[in-house]
Protein backbone atom coordinates (compact mmCIF):
# COMPACT_ATOMS: atom_id res chain seq x y z
CA UNK A 1 0.00 0.00 0.00
CA UNK A 2 0.99 3.56 -0.82
CA UNK A 3 0.50 6.50 2.01
CA UNK A 4 0.78 9.75 0.73
CA UNK A 5 0.01 12.52 3.36
CA UNK A 6 0.05 16.01 3.58
CA UNK A 7 2.45 15.88 0.46
CA UNK A 8 3.62 19.16 -0.93
CA UNK A 9 6.76 20.44 -3.29
CA UNK A 10 7.67 23.96 -3.70
CA UNK A 11 10.32 24.71 -6.15
CA UNK A 12 13.44 28.07 -6.58
CA UNK A 13 12.87 29.51 -10.01
CA UNK A 14 15.24 32.87 -9.58
CA UNK A 15 14.43 34.30 -6.44
CA UNK A 16 10.82 33.27 -6.34
CA UNK A 17 8.87 29.92 -4.88
CA UNK A 18 6.62 28.35 -7.03
CA UNK A 19 4.86 25.64 -5.79
CA UNK A 20 3.80 22.69 -7.95
CA UNK A 21 2.00 20.56 -4.94
CA UNK A 22 -0.04 21.66 -2.38
CA UNK A 23 -0.95 19.33 0.73
CA UNK A 24 -1.94 16.12 -1.21
CA UNK A 25 -2.81 12.88 0.62
CA UNK A 26 -3.70 9.79 -1.30
CA UNK A 27 -3.68 6.27 -0.24
CA UNK A 28 -2.81 3.82 -3.01
CA UNK A 29 -3.92 0.04 -2.46
CA UNK A 30 -2.15 -2.66 -3.69
CA UNK A 31 -2.66 -3.82 -6.90
CA UNK A 32 -5.01 -0.88 -8.14
CA UNK A 33 -4.66 0.75 -11.96
CA UNK A 34 -5.11 3.99 -10.98
CA UNK A 35 -4.80 7.01 -13.46
CA UNK A 36 -3.90 10.31 -12.53
CA UNK A 37 -5.42 12.75 -14.95
CA UNK A 38 -4.63 16.66 -15.20
CA UNK A 39 -3.38 19.15 -17.63
CA UNK A 40 -0.34 20.37 -18.24
CA UNK A 41 1.46 22.00 -15.44
CA UNK A 42 -1.05 20.54 -13.05
CA UNK A 43 1.55 18.65 -10.89
CA UNK A 44 0.91 15.18 -11.63
CA UNK A 45 4.48 14.38 -12.81
CA UNK A 46 5.88 16.00 -9.42
CA UNK A 47 3.84 13.55 -8.03
CA UNK A 48 4.36 10.73 -9.95
CA UNK A 49 8.69 11.55 -9.21
CA UNK A 50 7.90 11.84 -5.69
CA UNK A 51 6.00 8.73 -5.15
CA UNK A 52 8.65 7.24 -7.07
CA UNK A 53 11.57 8.75 -4.77
CA UNK A 54 13.21 10.53 -7.77
CA UNK A 55 12.15 14.00 -6.45
CA UNK A 56 11.94 14.65 -2.99
CA UNK A 57 8.93 16.37 -1.03
CA UNK A 58 9.41 19.44 0.85
CA UNK A 59 6.53 18.49 2.97
CA UNK A 60 4.64 15.59 3.93
CA UNK A 61 5.26 12.11 3.86
CA UNK A 62 5.28 8.93 1.01
CA UNK A 63 5.00 5.41 2.54
CA UNK A 64 5.36 2.20 0.55
CA UNK A 65 4.57 -0.87 2.05
CA UNK A 66 5.48 0.97 5.42
CA UNK A 67 8.59 2.50 4.47
CA UNK A 68 8.95 6.25 4.29
CA UNK A 69 10.78 6.85 1.12
CA UNK A 70 10.94 10.74 1.79
CA UNK A 71 13.24 10.78 4.59
CA UNK A 72 15.50 7.86 2.86
CA UNK A 73 19.26 8.36 2.39
CA UNK A 74 19.98 8.39 -1.40
CA UNK A 75 21.94 5.27 -1.44
CA UNK A 76 19.22 3.25 0.29
CA UNK A 77 16.80 5.23 -1.91
CA UNK A 78 18.61 4.02 -4.73
CA UNK A 79 18.58 0.47 -4.11
CA UNK A 80 14.88 0.80 -3.18
CA UNK A 81 13.49 2.20 -6.60
CA UNK A 82 15.98 -0.42 -7.84
CA UNK A 83 14.01 -3.69 -6.56
CA UNK A 84 10.17 -2.12 -5.69
CA UNK A 85 9.67 -0.19 -8.34
CA UNK A 86 9.62 -0.05 -12.36
CA UNK A 87 9.68 3.60 -14.70
CA UNK A 88 8.07 4.20 -17.88
CA UNK A 89 8.58 7.14 -19.07
CA UNK A 90 7.18 9.63 -22.37
CA UNK A 91 10.35 9.89 -24.00
CA UNK A 92 11.34 6.24 -23.45
CA UNK A 93 14.54 7.07 -21.37
CA UNK A 94 16.51 4.13 -23.25
CA UNK A 95 20.63 3.81 -23.52
CA UNK A 96 21.54 4.76 -27.22
CA UNK A 97 24.29 2.78 -26.93
CA UNK A 98 23.22 -0.40 -25.72
CA UNK A 99 20.66 -2.90 -27.83
CA UNK A 100 17.42 -3.85 -26.38
CA UNK A 101 18.15 -6.89 -24.83
CA UNK A 102 21.32 -4.90 -23.20
CA UNK A 103 18.63 -1.57 -22.32
CA UNK A 104 16.08 -4.41 -20.33
CA UNK A 105 19.13 -6.03 -18.20
CA UNK A 106 20.05 -2.38 -16.91
CA UNK A 107 17.63 -2.64 -13.80
CA UNK A 108 18.74 -6.55 -13.42
CA UNK A 109 22.88 -5.16 -13.21
CA UNK A 110 22.05 -3.15 -10.49
CA UNK A 111 20.19 -4.81 -8.42
CA UNK A 112 22.63 -5.90 -5.32
CA UNK A 113 19.77 -7.54 -3.12
CA UNK A 114 19.21 -10.26 -5.70
CA UNK A 115 23.22 -10.16 -7.50
CA UNK A 116 21.90 -11.76 -10.32
CA UNK A 117 23.93 -14.37 -12.79
CA UNK A 118 25.07 -13.16 -16.21
CA UNK A 119 23.10 -16.13 -17.76
CA UNK A 120 19.64 -15.63 -15.33
CA UNK A 121 19.73 -11.55 -16.48
CA UNK A 122 19.62 -12.71 -20.26
CA UNK A 123 16.95 -15.17 -19.59
CA UNK A 124 15.06 -12.87 -17.40
CA UNK A 125 15.29 -9.87 -20.28
CA UNK A 126 14.72 -12.40 -23.07
CA UNK A 127 11.38 -13.21 -21.10
CA UNK A 128 9.67 -10.19 -20.44
CA UNK A 129 10.95 -9.09 -24.59
CA UNK A 130 8.83 -11.87 -25.88
CA UNK A 131 5.96 -11.12 -23.53
CA UNK A 132 6.03 -7.70 -25.37
CA UNK A 133 6.50 -9.24 -28.72
CA UNK A 134 10.29 -7.98 -29.62
CA UNK A 135 11.84 -11.42 -29.10
CA UNK A 136 12.85 -11.08 -32.73
CA UNK A 137 14.77 -7.27 -31.65
CA UNK A 138 16.89 -8.19 -29.27
CA UNK A 139 20.00 -7.15 -31.05
CA UNK A 140 18.80 -3.75 -32.21
CA UNK A 141 19.35 -0.18 -31.14
CA UNK A 142 16.69 1.81 -30.11
CA UNK A 143 17.25 4.37 -32.95
CA UNK A 144 16.33 1.11 -35.32
CA UNK A 145 12.66 0.63 -33.99
CA UNK A 146 9.80 2.74 -33.64
CA UNK A 147 8.77 4.77 -31.11
CA UNK A 148 5.57 2.24 -30.12
CA UNK A 149 8.49 -0.46 -30.06
CA UNK A 150 10.61 1.65 -27.86
CA UNK A 151 7.99 1.77 -25.40
CA UNK A 152 7.56 -1.91 -25.19
CA UNK A 153 11.16 -1.98 -24.12
CA UNK A 154 10.75 0.36 -21.89
CA UNK A 155 7.59 -2.05 -20.19
CA UNK A 156 9.65 -4.70 -20.34
CA UNK A 157 12.63 -2.99 -18.89
CA UNK A 158 10.27 -1.82 -15.96
CA UNK A 159 8.86 -5.22 -15.13
CA UNK A 160 11.89 -7.38 -15.40
CA UNK A 161 12.65 -6.85 -11.54
CA UNK A 162 9.25 -7.64 -10.58
CA UNK A 163 8.56 -4.44 -9.13
CA UNK A 164 5.65 -4.36 -6.61
CA UNK A 165 4.67 -0.53 -8.49
CA UNK A 166 4.92 0.59 -11.94
CA UNK A 167 4.67 4.30 -12.53
CA UNK A 168 4.25 5.72 -16.45
CA UNK A 169 4.35 9.27 -17.03
CA UNK A 170 2.40 10.11 -20.34
CA UNK A 171 3.26 6.62 -21.54
CA UNK A 172 1.59 7.47 -24.83
CA UNK A 173 2.84 10.86 -25.03
CA UNK A 174 4.97 10.84 -28.03
CA UNK A 175 2.71 7.90 -29.56
CA UNK A 176 0.11 7.77 -32.51
CA UNK A 177 -3.21 7.10 -31.15
CA UNK A 178 -3.67 3.56 -32.23
CA UNK A 179 -0.14 2.86 -31.00
CA UNK A 180 -0.96 4.42 -27.82
CA UNK A 181 -4.03 2.57 -27.27
CA UNK A 182 -1.93 -0.49 -28.05
CA UNK A 183 0.70 0.44 -24.97
CA UNK A 184 -2.29 0.98 -22.99
CA UNK A 185 -3.45 -2.29 -23.19
CA UNK A 186 -0.66 -3.91 -23.02
CA UNK A 187 -0.06 -2.04 -19.21
CA UNK A 188 -3.13 -3.55 -18.47
CA UNK A 189 -2.65 -6.99 -19.64
CA UNK A 190 1.00 -6.78 -17.22
CA UNK A 191 -1.86 -5.33 -13.98
CA UNK A 192 -4.18 -8.20 -14.19
CA UNK A 193 -1.73 -11.02 -14.95
CA UNK A 194 1.37 -9.96 -12.24
CA UNK A 195 -1.50 -7.89 -9.78
CA UNK A 196 1.65 -5.24 -9.84
CA UNK A 197 0.23 -1.40 -8.72
CA UNK A 198 0.20 0.23 -11.89
CA UNK A 199 -0.41 4.12 -11.49
CA UNK A 200 -0.25 6.16 -14.75
CA UNK A 201 0.03 10.10 -14.83
CA UNK A 202 -1.66 11.33 -18.35
CA UNK A 203 -3.53 14.49 -19.53
CA UNK A 204 -5.71 11.98 -21.94
CA UNK A 205 -9.13 11.43 -20.27
CA UNK A 206 -9.61 8.54 -22.51
CA UNK A 207 -7.11 5.98 -20.88
CA UNK A 208 -9.40 6.61 -17.35
CA UNK A 209 -11.80 3.75 -19.02
CA UNK A 210 -8.39 1.35 -17.73
CA UNK A 211 -8.54 2.54 -14.53
CA UNK A 212 -10.09 0.79 -11.45
CA UNK A 213 -9.97 4.13 -10.15
CA UNK A 214 -8.70 7.60 -11.16
CA UNK A 215 -8.16 11.06 -9.38
CA UNK A 216 -7.81 14.89 -10.77
CA UNK A 217 -5.07 16.82 -9.85
CA UNK A 218 -5.19 20.57 -10.85
CA UNK A 219 -2.94 23.08 -9.79
CA UNK A 220 -1.49 21.32 -7.56
CA UNK A 221 -4.21 19.68 -5.80
CA UNK A 222 -6.48 16.54 -5.60
CA UNK A 223 -9.71 18.00 -7.17
CA UNK A 224 -12.15 15.10 -7.62
CA UNK A 225 -12.20 11.01 -7.36
CA UNK A 226 -13.96 8.59 -9.58
CA UNK A 227 -15.72 10.59 -11.79
CA UNK A 228 -15.62 8.70 -14.79
CA UNK A 229 -18.38 9.99 -16.92
CA UNK A 230 -17.35 13.27 -16.63
CA UNK A 231 -13.64 11.73 -17.79
CA UNK A 232 -15.44 9.91 -20.81
CA UNK A 233 -17.88 12.08 -22.36
Known sequence: ?????????????????????????????????????????????????LIGG??????????????????MKDKELSGFRNSKIGFIFQDFKLHPHLDILENVKVPLVFNRKKNYKTTTMERNAK???????????VTHKPDQISGGQKQRVA???????????????????DLDSLT????????????VRKKVTMIVVTHDMSIA?????????????????????KFLS
Open 1 to 49: MIQIKNLSKTYQVGDQLVPALKNVSLNIEDGEFLVIVGPSGSGKSTLMH
Open 54 to 71: LDQPSEGSIEIDGTDIAN
Open 127 to 137: KLLKEVGLNER
Open 155 to 173: IARALVNNPSVVLADEPMG
Open 180 to 191: GKKIIQLLKNFH
Open 209 to 229: KYATRTVEIKDGRLVSRNKFK
